[in-house]
């Protein structure tokens, strides 16, 4: 420019002849914006595509006129397999998706085609280039012409398999709780009662909904004085199991007596958050014990007798 600026330019030249003369046309538009903006875009694509691939989610672009379907690297990856080994075909999709999830799977890609309100957000098994099956989330969203034709589904790629393990895990743990015969008891560091099983309502009569919130000491016999407590307290807040028997009160006011192991529950820190109680009924075995006892005596005292009589 006049003051020395440099800047791009886009330029048309057409070659005319007229007259018996030539002539060269040139039209010339500056395009700084244009490029400005060009690059601005080519930018944040690569910002996109790095924040992508840090986030480990994957991409694809399904064009529905040709059924091309564009995989990302990350996508691939998620498979276990290099960029050039997965051609991007929608068959490639369909012949890796588990067995027993593509039926259901591909009525739901079919609806949200169909229906324009209708939203994809879905969870099925891939295989992996191990033969391992791996868990995907995958949302989309689609795009339609003018005429309001769907042209392509765009969406990301997830694997969440370790979550779903992770919830297959919690829901095994849950179960196997659930379903104990021994009473289990969760609290916090403060002994707040956060969980109980079914085992502690059919012992005491209580339900979670009642005590959750409550302290333990709403079971408390009076039977145990405070250096009993004392000494548990002390035990578990050094981090330490306790394990001894304790009289308790059920819901109806009635005694029983429970053999309790208490477990400290500690954070990554090494601090201690919650306590676990495994408690066990045993009343039943302490009138045995004692009706055995009792028999035992008598039995002493008869041997005892007859020996008296024979000396006599």
């Known amino acids: ?38 690059s601005a875009l080519r930018e944040s694509e690569a910002r996109l595509r790095l924040s992508v691939a840090a ?30 080994e997965i051609p991007n ?28 309100a209708a939203t994809y957000a ?12 791996r868990w995907i989330y995958t949302e989309a969203q689609i ?19 370790e979550r779903k393990l992770a919830e297959a895990s919690l829901r095994l743990q849950s179960a196997a709780l659930n379903a104990a ?5 969760i609290t916090d560091r403060e002994g707040i009662i956060q969980w109980v099983n079914p085992a502690f309502t059919k012992t005491t009569g209580y339900t979670l909904t009642e005590v959750a919130g409550q302290n ?28 001894g028997e304790i009289v308790n009160c059920r819901k109806d006011k009635s005694l029983f007596t429970e053999e309790m192991t ?7 820190r090494g601090e201690i958050t919650h306590f676990v109680a495994i408690k066990q009924d045993i009343t039943e075995r302490k009138l045995l014990e004692a009706k055995f006892l009792r028999a035992q005596r008598l039995e002493g005292l008869g041997a005892l007798a007859g020996g008296v009589a024979h000396d006599l």
């Open 55 to 84: 986030s480990h989610i994957g991409l694809w672009d399904w064009n529905l006129a040709t059924n091309e379907v564009y995989f990302s690297p990350e996508w691939k990856r998620q498979l276990g397999h290099a960029e050039a």
């Open 262 to 268: 208490i477990t400290p529950l500690k954070d990554e």
């Open 122 to 133: 879905v969870e099925f098994r891939m295989r992996h280039r191990d033969g391992a099956y």
């Open 1 to 38: 420019s006049k003051t020395g600026r440099v800047f791009p330019i886009e330029v048309n030249a057409n070659y005319v002849r007229s007259g018996g003369r030539e002539f060269n046309f040139a039209f010339t538009r500056d395009i700084t914006e244009r490029t400005r903006a060009e």
């Open 143 to 161: 795009f339609r012409d003018a005429a309001g034709t769907p042209s392509r589904i765009v969406g990301c790629h997830l694997d969440i398999t």
């Open 216 to 243: 333990p000491r709403l079971l408390k016999s009076g039977k145990q004085d405070a250096a009993f407590h004392q000494n548990l307290w002390d035990t578990i807040l050094r981090g330490e199991v306790w394990h």
């Open 181 to 185: 015969a021994n009473e289990i008891v």
């Open 89 to 116: 075909r929608f068959e490639e999709w369909e012949s890796r998706v588990h067995p027993d999830d593509l039926a259901a799977t591909l009525v739901k890609v079919r609806a949200f085609i169909a229906d324009p």
